[in-house]
């Protein structure tokens, strides 16, 4: 937290620096730093850091966005007013104590879609979204967030591909929210986030609200294992730095996927994650001898990526033992200093 605070200090006043210095600080933001305070749930702190890295690296896209943004403001408000208004009514009517508001999207985030996308500034369909925050009691929460979503997309369509369900499984920085995108009037996608006053301030500062509301053992759970995997990591640094770096982006600051065990047990992986990082994941003695995999009960081999919904059955041999490839299909820290360490031993056997 305070490095990322320093960090942040360091990004407001970069002006007076070198234009070298600019770029090696914003380089490093972007890498490491942004994704830093995603992960923590410190969503403000990323998106103003990703805006003034962008505002170095790339100067003539940030203005070219900036001014857009400024110039399209007062259109966009009077459709967020008439996207609003039918919506509030209902909400009032149903009996709901809520906040609804438009907020802008960031520039780094539309310039992200631009280059995506292909597409041009006037073609970004959600410039910016609607937040509705409904003031609920604990136990009611979930079932009062998809009333609000029934609400919505009674009144526009919803494109279903685009639900977003945190509520049912929170992310492991503790956010929580139902995210949806609807077709709004003119043929516009809007994206509408629906969250409760606690899930908001959760979403506002991040890991520091989630022990504030810390409820059960589960969620104490999520939190301790991410900051137990990072203590070995940072106890057991590779000899690379650069390597190093690269994994600890790849483990712990991307966003993660849910997959399952036989037993129905959720386990949470980084996107990109294999079959084989899911064994070690299970226990260094099952990575080390798997041969493949059984996902959603069809046979695949140890390099298959994961996706979010997954159940894995690990298939194992006794005569199984990691090879050098395998660091190939790994993304993930423990199985990458598992291999590595594995083969060192077999290297050592064999000079003696």
């Not at 991040?206 to 969620?219: C, N, P, Q, V």
């Not at 003695?285 to 140890?302: F, M, T």
């Not at 490839?325 to 993930?332: A, K």
Request: proline residues 4%.
């Amino acid at each position: 937290m305070i490095k990322l605070a320093d960090r942040l200090h360091n990004m407001r006043t970069l002006e007076s620096m070198k234009r070298e210095k600019q770029l090696k600080i914003s380089s490093e933001t972007i890498f490491v730093y942004a994704p830093l305070a995603h992960r923590m749930g410190l969503y403000n702190i990323k998106t103003e850091l990703e805006d003034l890295a962008m505002k170095y690296m790339e100067p003539d896209t940030y203005k070219y966005i900036a001014q857009k943004l400024s110039d399209t403001k007062r259109e966009r408000t009077k459709y967020i007013n008439d996207f609003i208004r039918p919506l509030k009514d209902k909400l009032e009517k149903a009996g709901f104590d809520f906040e609804i508001y438009g907020r802008p999207k960031s520039i780094h985030s539309i310039w992200n879609k631009m280059k995506k996308k292909g597409v041009s500034f006037e073609e970004v369909y959600d410039l910016f979204a609607i937040r509705i925050l409904v003031n609920s009691s604990l136990e009611k929460e979930k079932e009062e967030c998809w009333k609000v979503y029934s609400i919505i997309t009674d009144e526009y369509n919803p494109s279903p591909e685009r639900l977003r369900d945190w509520l049912s499984n929170p992310k492991s920085n503790g956010y929580e929210a139902l995210h949806t995108t609807v077709m709004g009037p003119h043929g516009k996608w809007v994206e509408v986030q629906i969250r409760t006053k606690r899930m908001n301030e959760i979403a506002e500062k991040g890991l520091a609200a989630h022990w504030k509301y810390k409820e059960g053992k589960e969620d104490e759970s999520r939190f301790d294992k991410w900051f137990h995997q990072i203590r070995e990591a940072l106890n057991k640094p590779d000899d690379n730095s650069i390597d190093f770096l690269q994994d600890f982006k790849t483990s712990f600051l991307a966003e993660e996927i849910y997959v399952y065990t036989p037993k129905g047990e959720v386990k949470m992986l980084p996107i990109g994650a294999s079959a084989l990082d899911f064994a070690f994941g299970v226990h260094t003695a099952v990575g080390s001898r798997c041969i493949g995999a059984k996902v959603n009960h069809k046979l695949v081999p140890i390099s298959h990526k994961l996706r979010s919904g997954d159940q894995i059955e690990i298939i194992t041999s006794a005569k199984q033992k990691p090879n050098i490839e395998w660091l190939n299909f790994v993304v993930t820290s423990k199985a990458k200093s598992k291999i590595k360490d594995t083969l060192k031993e077999e290297k050592k056997s064999h000079c003696r």
